[in-house]
């Protein structure tokens, strides 16, 4: 069965990086892209960030994010990443990946990674 | 920016009762509009797509109806498992934007 499996929680300082994994299995990578949305603690509301394309890397970042994330892929592991550069306080939140595709949307999950930013 | 306004914010119904959640657009989305569901601590999880597709493994009583600006997701009856959070989410333009929400409690 589809299965994302994502990294572990992370505790960042202000103006530091993280890098989330996201390990998929159960299908073939490079057929769906993987999405990236992020959810305040708390909040109901998710943020679609961006998107990877693991055929062939391609990437299409949210504004919001733009020059501080960077989404790349390892299609030898079927592992997604998502860099988060210069973190914020606001930066506070589950990170959530996806596969994604134009036909079956996102249609499955990764269980989520808390990332803290707190100094 | 599409605004997409989710009607009502609460739904208080019993299980077995039917649910009818709203989500009407700023201007139309044709269909690109999905449906989620989380519940706490969870993964958000996609129900609906393209504005009437049901999901893999969705059960038959949530559907989704609509198109242009107006949407609806019903669930026919309720199950215990139906109490979460909902949300419409639409795609037309990257990267989309989300209603605000409906919460679907016991009542």
Known sequence: ?119 | EIVLTQSPATLSLSPGERATLSCRASQSVVNFLAWYQQKPGQAPRLLIYYGSNRATGVPARFNGSGSGTDFTLTISSLEPEDFAVYYCHQRLSWPGTLGQGTTVEIK
């Open chain 1, 1 to 119: 069965q589809v299965q994302l499996v994502q990294s572990g929680a992370e505790v960042k300082k202000p103006g530091t990086s993280v890098k989330v994994s996201c390990k998929a299995s159960g299908y073939t990578f490079t057929t769906y892209d993987i999405t990236w949305v992020r959810q305040a603690p708390g909040q109901g509301w998710l943020e679609w960030m961006g998107w990877i394309r693991p055929y062939n890397g391609h990437t299409n970042y949210a504004q919001k994010f733009q020059g501080r994330v960077t989404m790349t892929t390892d299609t030898a592991t079927n592992t997604a990443y998502m860099e988060l550069r210069t973190l914020r306080s606001d930066d506070t939140a589950v990170y959530y990946c996806a596969r994604d595709s134009s036909t079956t949307w996102t249609d499955s999950w990764g269980q989520g990674t808390l990332v803290t930013v707190s100094s």
